[in-house]
């Protein structure tokens, strides 16, 4: 571990070196910022006019606070706040962050910094009069006072990125909400704003088993919402996603490897009604593409009426005994499948066509005409289509 700069007590600065040393300050700290400018690729352009000279500023005061530490460390006061220069270096990473130029970047322009700032020191202090020992002690006190400054700024830089990712992710969880409750759209326009989530043309809503999330979103679009666990109908073993822009063979070939419930695609205002089809697809059990089971969806969205209708209808067989009542039943939901044909009824049911005849009979027996009223008809076949 290298000494922290508060830690060295042995240097000798001379009042010469030290004079040398703080008329180079200004021209050092223009040639530190040049360097970064050419060798660290965020930085091009970056630091130009005004913000340039402000950078150089501050890097001259920090040189400055560094050679106020050095000519005071023989026989100093250990514990010479270095808080100041601390607390501006913490400052500047929390603004490369705001910024949007990486960690990387700025550690990248800490080591160019530190090279060109350590060359030009080391000319200046040699030509104070320091010797080659005490050029020894200089260089680590450089070195460690610069890690120290690299630490914090790099400790600023997380935090900001940490505080803008939950403050973002709060307005993204906001926006979530306000597309699946209903607000008006000037209010969703409003929260996409304030979440800097630019408005895809399409939405379509995605439920997943709560394990499964990660594996989910992994292949899908960055912009993809993850609504929080507030949302109408949402419970703990199920999480939802809103997928933007995706064609339908994409997405689901993106879930394949889930048990995914995947709502219509949408307008992406309209992405309410893709997540209650996806819940409504959940709920029945319906796992996979939401649009192969439109008639499930639609003879099974009010399970009450369906077991009436089915009570209803099929009354005259339920009478029977059940092996009777079971047979006639596959018999009438082939019937009404095949339109009738009895070769294919009983190709469907792998009987004689003479059995289906027989059969047929017997329905007859219990229904009369109104296996021939279209009403009826359509009666048997709801009752009979999700069984």
């Known amino acids: 571990m290298p000494q922290g700069p508060r830690e060295v007590s042995d240097l000798e600065l001379s009042a010469d070196a030290e004079a040398v040393l703080r008329a180079r300050l200004p021209s050092i700290a223009e040639l530190t910022v040049a360097a970064i400018i050419v060798e660290v690729p965020s930085y091009t352009g970056a630091l130009s006019g005004k913000m340039g000279a402000n950078i150089e500023r501050a890097v001259q005061l920090a040189l400055g606070r560094f050679l106020d530490l050095a000519s005071r460390s023989k026989g100093a006061d250990p514990n010479t706040p270095m808080g100041?220069?601390?607390?501006?270096?913490?400052?500047?990473?929390?603004?490369?962050?705001?910024?949007?130029?990486?960690?990387?970047?700025?550690?990248?322009?800490?080591?160019?910094?530190?090279?060109?700032?350590?060359?030009?020191?080391?000319?200046?202090?040699?030509?104070?009069?320091?010797?080659?020992?005490?050029?020894?002690?200089?260089?680590?006190?450089?070195?460690?006072?610069?890690?120290?400054?690299?630490a914090a700024s790099v400790a600023g830089h997380a935090d900001e990125l940490a505080t803008t990712g939950r403050v973002r992710q709060r307005h993204l969880e906001r926006l979530s909400h306000a597309l699946l409750t209903g607000a008006p759209a000037d209010a969703v326009l409003a929260a996409a704003e304030r979440a800097e989530w630019p408005p895809p043309k399409t939405l379509t809503a995605v439920l997943v088993p709560v394990d499964q999330l990660r594996k989910a979103l992994t292949p899908l679009d960055a912009r993809t919402l993850q609504p929080a666990e507030d949302v109408p109908g949402l419970e703990d073993e199920v999480g939802a996603l809103l997928v933007p822009d995706v064609t339908r063979s994409t997405l689901l070939r993106a879930l394949r490897r889930t048990d995914a419930f995947v709502g219509p695609t949408r307008e992406w205002l309209q992405v309410r009604t893709s997540y209650d089809r996806a819940l409504r697809a959940w709920r029945l059990g319906l796992a996979g593409d939401s649009d192969e089971h439109l008639a499930e969806l639609v003879v099974r969205a009010d399970e009450g009426a369906l077991e009436d209708l089915r009570a209803r209808v099929l009354a005259p067989i339920r009478a029977l005994r059940p092996t009777t009542a079971e047979k006639l039943t596959d018999t009438l939901r082939s019937w009404l499948l095949h339109h009738g044909r009895r070769e294919d009824i009983a190709a469907d049911l792998f009987v004689h066509a003479q059995t289906v005849r027989y059969r047929m009979g017997q329905l007859r027996e219990l229904y009369g005409e109104k296996l021939d009223d279209p009403r009826t008809v359509l009666e048997l076949t709801l009752a009979l289509a999700a069984r």
Do not use: H, K, N, T
């Not at 990387?104 to 910094?113: F, P, S, T």
């Not at 260089?139 to 690299?150: C, T």
């Open 84 to 150: 100041p220069a601390v607390d501006a270096a913490r400052d500047l990473g929390r603004g490369e962050a705001r910024s949007g130029r990486s960690m990387e970047a700025l550690l990248a322009a800490y080591r160019v910094g530190a090279r060109v700032s350590w060359r030009e020191l080391a000319a200046a202090a040699l030509e104070g009069g320091l010797d080659a020992g005490a050029l020894a002690q200089f260089a680590e006190l450089v070195f460690a006072y610069i890690d120290e400054l690299s």
